[in-house]
């Protein structure tokens, strides 16, 4: 789409290198064949060494872990071409950059680092994140599954729901609670007896992505794979999804510049009345709110990729982005969606399976509510939870 307000001039040598990258890896590698991969809901598992080698996992963390030590702001322009592509394979880079990598890095031993960070970086080691619980999503602290010291370590007891990548996952982060309330993460490797995990069908939304359950069932997690530094309880969880949500605000926005790209060049194409759609006010209007909210969204993500990048962000800001993002980018889909007539629901023309997969990412990482309650506890200094 048009760089209006030459925003391109904000991006540094290096952060346009890796957004176009990203780019001509989703134009060439995922576009073609992501249509069938939706509709066959199928993850498109070769394109992970291919992510990998593209140094996308991890990609802000240190070398030495084996990442590529960037800023958020590429991380974010990352994820926005990722997302241009399909939610489902920004959410695999999420997953296991956000959710699985940084706490390794954030909360874990310089053992655990060593051995599972590198494997992680190139892809061998694929993780997932088990917060949520079939009975405890938006208040993760009411979650029932139960970690018990024993000889050794930890006896795990309980269910995770709705996990991406579980069942292709050879690492899972499950966050528990002690015997003192307390909630820790736990590094569950597959290969432990107790742990199983099974995929969810029937989906409609993140077609092109894997979900699934998790049981745990007397699973024994040796000390060694305990995450050492996760003693501030809900707190750590929570600070991994900070991470995620500031990607998916920039993903949502790609998913939606898709979207309008997609609008604009059929409205000028499709003739009804003997004119180009695109010529009729009421398509205009749809246009310019798109644009409009485009261009606003653009603005706000940079300027929290560079408040991520001077340490100066805060969750606050980053709920906002999210909330933003995905409100936003949602009524983009579905707005190009009209525009495209009866096309509009084929996945041919790529902007239904935008507006599915939007729908989901919505709901993950905290509600549209969630967001708006962290917001309103911030601005009114009242909690809406306690
Ligand atoms: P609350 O009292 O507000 O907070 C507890 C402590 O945590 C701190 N905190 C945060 N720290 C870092 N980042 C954040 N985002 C934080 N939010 C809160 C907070 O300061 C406090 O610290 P302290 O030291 O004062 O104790 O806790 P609460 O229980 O009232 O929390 C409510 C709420 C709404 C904030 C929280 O529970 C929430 O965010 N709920 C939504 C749950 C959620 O987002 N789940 C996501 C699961 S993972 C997922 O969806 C992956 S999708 C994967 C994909 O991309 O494919
Ligand atoms: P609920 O919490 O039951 O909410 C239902 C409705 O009630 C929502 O509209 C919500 O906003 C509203 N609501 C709840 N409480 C309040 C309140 N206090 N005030 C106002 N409204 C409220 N989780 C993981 O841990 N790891 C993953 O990898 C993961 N991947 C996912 C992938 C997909 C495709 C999806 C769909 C979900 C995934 N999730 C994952 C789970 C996701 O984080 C939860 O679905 C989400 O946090 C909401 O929880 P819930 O579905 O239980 O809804």
Excluded at 167 to 196: R, Y
Aim: charge should be neutral; aromatic fraction near 10%; glycine fraction near 8%.
């Amino acid at each position: 789409m048009e760089d209006l307000f030459y925003l391109e001039e904000q991006f540094t040598t290096e952060e346009k290198l890796i957004k176009e990258s990203v780019r001509r890896f989703v134009d060439e590698a995922l576009l073609p064949h992501i249509a069938s991969n939706f509709e066959k809901a199928e993850f498109p598992l070769t394109l992970i060494e291919k992510v990998a080698a593209l140094g996308l996992f991890g990609m802000t963390l240190p070398t030495d872990y084996g990442g590529a030590n960037t800023n958020y702001v590429a991380y974010g322009l990352a994820c926005q071409e990722l997302e241009r592509g399909d939610s489902g394979l920004r959410s695999f880079v999420s997953v296991q950059s956000s959710l699985c990598m940084y706490p390794i890095f954030a909360y874990g031993s310089e053992e655990q680092k060593q051995r599972f960070l590198p494997k992680m970086a190139t892809g061998e080691i694929i993780g997932c994140f088990g917060l949520t619980e079939p009975d405890a999503g938006s208040d993760p602290s009411s979650m029932t599954t139960r970690a018990t010291k024993v000889q050794g370590g930890w006896r795990l007891n309980g269910a995770k729901m709705w996990i991406t990548n579980a069942t292709i996952a050879s690492l899972a982060i499950i966050w528990a609670k002690d015997e003192n309330e307390i909630i820790q993460g736990f590094i569950v490797e597959k290969k432990f007896p107790g742990f199983k995990a099974l995929e969810i069908k029937h989906k409609l939304s993140l077609r092109a992505s894997i979900t699934g359950e998790i049981a745990l069932e007397n699973c024994f997690v040796p000390e060694e794979n305990r995450l050492v530094q996760t003693k501030n309880g809900l707190g750590a969880a929570l600070g991994c999804l900070t991470k995620a949500r500031y990607g998916i605000a920039w993903g949502a926005m790609g998913a939606a510049m898709a979207c309008y790209d997609i609008a604009l060049q059929y409205a000028k194409e499709r003739l009804q009345f003997g004119r180009p759609i695109a010529s009729f006010q009421l398509i205009q209007k749809d246009l310019a709110n798109m644009f409009n909210e485009i261009v606003k969204m653009q603005m706000l993500n940079l300027q929290l990729g560079r408040l991520m990048d001077a340490d100066r962000a805060s969750y606050v800001m980053v709920s906002l982005a999210k909330m933003n993002a995905c409100k936003e980018a949602l009524k983009i889909a579905r707005m190009a969606r009209n525009i495209l007539g009866a096309n509009g629901i084929s996945l041919e023309y790529h902007v239904i399976r935008h507006m599915n997969n939007l729908e989901s990412v919505f709901t993950y990482e905290g509600t549209d509510n969630m967001h708006h309650l962290i917001i309103g506890k911030h601005i009114t200094g009242i909690s809406s939870f306690k």
